[in-house]
């Protein structure tokens, strides 16, 4: 791992995969700006990274992240907030291109469950609690918590976790789609690096392109994510990966994936 960073556990990437741990046991995770400074860094170095093809954020056993750091948060008024250098960490991480699979075990709060639904895929253990408990505070999810939440898990949901800041369990988060997987906790994070694997064995560009297509329809309209989607199936046409991918498959044999 990569002592750069103070608050995370950066592996080093193996066949593909590499792994994130937000790791700040003191305070059951709670994002400093500084720690989400330093994981809008790894992402990046991660992208730019070509061994890397997936990554894998989690964090402890007990804990993803119980949310934004509240002392920090209280010492910030309104022209601080307004300046708040988070929101640039927050943009890196949600234009980060690569597969990101989260594995989540016990709380998953606040900005920790904003986090948590920056990723691609969230597997998550059967002690995970998903909550937006800003309301608690008297104030509101500000870093995606109404606008991600609503889209993940519909309206009436989305209404009850924010107003009430009563979380949910993986049970409830699985049936309403914030979630793809329930694990065992002790199996999380194996099974996610699983799912990362299977992930890392295919070309980077198709990867790439299809998570752009997938989060831009998302946000928008049908016909201009579809007209999307075409253009982006229409650029892999052109590349080196899907000669490879078709040849592989004609000649019975796996696939070998360059990114080119
Ligand atoms: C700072 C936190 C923290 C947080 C926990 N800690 N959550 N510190 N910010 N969000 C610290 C506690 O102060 C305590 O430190 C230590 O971690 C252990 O926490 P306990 O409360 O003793 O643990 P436990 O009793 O097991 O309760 C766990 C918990 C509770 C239910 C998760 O800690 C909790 O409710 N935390 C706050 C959750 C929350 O409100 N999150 C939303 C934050 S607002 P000490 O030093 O006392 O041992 C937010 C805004 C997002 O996220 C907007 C984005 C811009």
């Given amino acids: 791992s990569n002592s750069l960073y103070s608050m995370l556990d950066v592996h080093s990437p193996a066949n593909g995969v590499q792994q994130i741990q937000l790791h700040r046991p003191e305070a059951l995770n709670a994002l400093t700006t500084a720690m989400l400074g330093e994981l ?5 170095e991660a992208e730019a990274n070509e061994s890397v093809k997936v990554v894998v954020l989690t964090g402890s056993a ?7 750091d509240v002392k920090e948060m209280a010492e910030r008024d309104m022209v601080g907030i307004l300046k708040d250098p988070r929101q640039q960490s927050w943009q890196s991480i949600s234009r980060f291109p690569k597969p990101l699979v989260a594995a989540i075990n016990g709380y998953c709060l606040g900005g920790g469950c904003e986090l948590a639904m920056h990723a691609d895929i969230l597997i998550a253990g059967t002690d995970a609690k998903f909550g ?9 999810p500000g870093a995606g918590g109404t606008q991600r939440l609503v889209r993940a898990v ?13 979380p949910i369990n993986a049970l ?10 329930i694990t065992q906790p002790e199996l999380t994070l194996t099974r996610a690096m699983e799912v990362a694997s299977q992930i890392a064995k ?3 560009l198709a990867l790439r392109l299809a998570k752009e297509s997938i989060l831009k329809g998302m946000d ?23 000669e490879e991918g078709i040849a592989a498959f004609l000649e019975k044999r796996p696939a070998k994936f360059t990114g080119q």
């Fill in 40 to 44: 809008a860094l790894a992402l990046e």
């Fill in 62 to 68: 007990r804990v993803f992240a119980a949310g934004a």
């Fill in 132 to 140: 937006q408990p800003e309301i608690n505070l008297g104030i509101m």
């Fill in 154 to 166: 519909g309206k009436s949901l989305a209404m009850q976790m924010v107003l009430t800041g009563q």
């Fill in 172 to 181: 409830q988060a699985k049936e309403a789609g914030l979630i793809s997987e």
């Fill in 202 to 204: 295919k070309s980077p």
């Fill in 220 to 242: 928008t309209d049908l016909n201009t994510g579809l007209r999307f989607e075409r253009h982006a199936f229409t650029v892999l046409a052109g590349t080196k990966d899907r």
